[in-house]
């Protein structure tokens, strides 16, 4: 999954919005069934010359001629057909060859006297990752509906995750039950899904919770440089395993001015209940002593999660591999390694040795398993295996400790 899908799935993330691809149809599919199925809005077929049987993404289907003549009256096409439907909003990608016509799209945005709710993205991110194009398109979209305005104390944006993460959904609504046990309420869901109108409420924000940096990165500076809304990171990185929960509660208290102490006794009184469970378990919770893992996943989750496993369940690290970037977080895991004189093990193949327990995209994870080179596969991000995603599996919050700890302490 490159920056090019990163950006299509960003700008379906706004659920009453449209996205509109420049390109060939070939390119929209696989963008156009994972928005269907993880987008939480009402699913419809559409049909017509520009959806041709899928549910979203109407696109220009571009074709030989188009590369020659140029094919951007085809967007103009799909705006006047939008604009009679009364779209909230639209956002314009093209596609890898697409984007070497030269088409003038903004200029067919302007003539349907729609700027103020078209964003045009202007570039393909196919050679970025998946973070980097839908970071990107947040900051495109978020340019064109969020302004400056006096701030609301006691309200956030949660951010920093795609709704097409492990778990979404169940995980924002975790997050949101406490946030408000801390008396804050939040004002729009940046990536896992948000309408326009909370989108231009966002700047409303007294600070932007960021999940996972990466996802938000470039956005959270228009944020805090155009807007005036700081961005709150974890400390110990996303709220992966206990010991980080608490650091990402604390840091969103200290910067919003409120009292997280009740939420710290829920994360206490959780740990201590699972603490309980292994204890009375007649040893076999250390049946996972010294075993091995290995990550493939962003800097903001590999790095407390590796703390987790290593210093609490005294599993030792095969490989770390970071699919998406944050310097700090990077640093501070090689720092974490290095101490544990494990420090080759980052940038390491993830399939050069064998892991007791990985965590990875799913289809990696389960490949490796059906070949015997891992005891466990826990599937942490897309590409995943295609399944209905009902049960809560993120990795990050407290459901997520649970499910980490369900899956690696009960590894045989």
């Known amino acids: 999954m490159d920056g090019f899908y990163g950006s299509m799935l960003a700008a379906e993330s706004l659920i009453d919005g449209t996205t509109i691809l420049h390109g060939p149809g070939g390119c929209r599919v696989l963008a156009s069934s994972m928005s269907s199925r993880t987008v939480r809005r009402d699913f419809t077929t559409v049909e017509g010359e520009f959806f041709f049987h899928r549910s979203r993404i109407p696109c220009t289907f571009v074709d030989r001629d188009d590369y020659i003549y140029g094919a951007s009256k085809k967007v103009a096409m799909i705006l ?35 700027s103020d709710r078209v964003a045009v993205l202007g570039k393909c991110y196919m050679s970025e990752t998946f973070a980097y194009g839908y970071d990107r398109t ?27 993460a492990r778990g979404c959904h169940h995980l924002v609504r975790e997050m949101h039950g406490l946030l408000g046990i801390m008396g804050l309420e939040v004002t729009a869901d940046i990536g896992p899904g948000c309408t326009v ?26 944020y805090e ?39 710290l006794e829920i994360i206490d009184e959780d740990e201590c209940d699972m603490n309980c469970i292994i204890e009375s378990s007649l040893a076999m919770g250390e049946i ?21 496993l290593s210093k609490k369940m005294r599993m030792v690290p095969n490989a770390v591999v970071l699919s998406e970037n944050d310097g700090s977080y990077e640093t501070a ?10 420090g080759e093990a980052l940038g390491k193949d993830i399939r050069d040795g064998y892991s007791d327990v990985v965590f990875g995209p799913g289809s990696m994870a389960d490949m490796m398993a059906e070949k015997g080179e891992c005891r466990t596969a826990v599937d942490i991000s897309i590409p995943s295996r295609e399944y209905l995603d009902i049960m809560p599996r993120s990795v990050i ?15 045989r």
């Open 80 to 114: 006047k057909m939008l604009g009679s439907e009364s779209v909230g909003f639209a956002t314009v990608l093209e596609s890898p060859g697409a984007s070497l016509i030269g088409d003038k799209l903004q200029d067919e945005v302007i003539e349907q006297g729609m």
């Open 138 to 164: 947040l900051e495109a979209m978020a340019e064109k509906l969020a302004r400056r305005q006096e701030k609301r104390k006691g309200t956030v944006n949660l951010v920093g995750l795609s709704h097409t």
């Open 197 to 222: 109108e909370q989108i231009r409420r966002s700047s409303s924000a007294s600070a932007n919770v960021c999940l996972c940096p990466e996802y938000f990165s470039s956005c959270g500076r228009f």
């Open 225 to 263: 440089e155009e807007l005036g809304v700081p961005l709150v990171r974890g400390p110990l990185g996303a709220p992966v395993g206990y010991d980080a929960l608490r650091a990402w509660f604390g840091a969103v208290a200290e910067c919003t001015d409120t009292d997280c102490s009740e939420v």
């Open 288 to 308: 996972m002593d010294f075993r091995t893992y290995s990550i493939l996943g962003e800097a903001s989750v590999a790095y407390p999660l590796a703390s987790w």
């Open 333 to 342: 895991l090689r720092e974490f390694l290095g101490r544990m004189s494990s």
């Open 397 to 411: 919050g407290l459901a997520g400790c649970r499910m980490v700890a369900d899956r690696v302490l009960n590894t």
